[in-house]
T-cell receptor, first 117, second 108 residues
Framework: GAVVSQHPSRVICKSGTSVKIECRSLDFQATTMFWYRQFPKKSLMLMATSNEGSKATYEQGVEKDKFLINHASLTLSTLTVTSAHPEDSSFYIC????WGQGQETQYFGPGTRLLVL | DAKTTQPPSMDCAEGRAANLPCNHSTISGNEYVYWYRQIHSQGPQYIIHGLKNNETNEMASLIITEDRKSSTLILPHATLRDTAVYYCTYTNAGKSTFGDGTTLTVKP
């Protein structure tokens, strides 16, 4: 099966600091990855589409200067939460698109729980 | 955005079949229906997908209506470990929009 990893699995940081989250496709190459955020008891909210070798596409209402996305290789995308504040505390999940049998399927990472103090 | 509608919650007895419905009336002819599930505090897990024919894999079966406006995910013999939130979705320009999903509770 397609495996996607995230690192770290959980992180606690002080308000005002920056946090980087990595998303890796371990056994396939992904030109496109997605970043989601999920609050307790809520559904996944798409934040941005990460494209290898080009700028990310952000959803409406998501600040691109606050949530920096870099997709420098076909197996790695990173999300950096800059100047984090307590309201940024959330569960961040990435997914990678894998091409097969005529269409692309999203495979998700295990998520990263961010707590900003 | 690609929108789907699912019942907020369902219960199922252990060992019985769980049938989870989804409405996707705005789906286009070449868009696939995907089902995922999310167990508490984990990333979503891919279950199955289909275009217009019924599909079956080791996890579940997917029944898609002829007009493709709705589908049903079937877990043939639900176990306690199948308790999760189940999402159906379809892609639009490669993106999937997740609705609120159905919380399936499998009871002993």
């Amino acid at each position: 099966g397609a495996v996607v990893s995230q690192h770290p699995s959980r992180v606690i940081c002080k308000s005002g600091t920056s946090v980087k989250i990595e998303c890796r496709s371990l056994d396939f190459q992904a030109t496109t990855m997605f970043w989601y955020r999920q609050f307790p008891k809520k559904s996944l909210m798409l934040m941005a589409t990460s494209n290898e070798g080009s700028k990310a596409t952000y959803e409406q209402g998501v600040e691109k200067d606050k949530f920096l996305i870099n997709h420098a290789s076909l197996t790695l995308s990173t999300l950096t939460v800059t100047s984090a504040h307590p309201e940024d505390s959330s569960f961040y999940i990435c997914s990678a698109l894998r091409w097969g049998q005529g269409q692309e399927t999203q495979y998700f990472g295990p998520g990263t729980r961010l707590l900003v103090l | 955005d690609a929108k789907t509608t699912q019942p907020p919650s369902m219960d199922c007895a252990e060992g019985r079949a769980a049938n989870l419905p989804c409405n996707h009336s705005t789906i286009s002819g070449n868009e696939y229906v995907y089902w995922y599930r999310q167990i508490h505090s984990q990333g979503p897990q891919y279950i199955i997908h289909g275009l217009k024919n019924n599909e079956t894999n080791e996890m579940a079966s997917l029944i898609i209506t002829e007009d493709r406006k709705s589908s049903t995910l079937i877990l043939p013999h639900a176990t306690l470990r199948d308790t999760a939130v189940y999402y159906c979705t379809y892609t639009n320009a490669g993106k999937s929009t997740f609705g609120d999903g159905t919380t399936l509770t499998v009871k002993p």
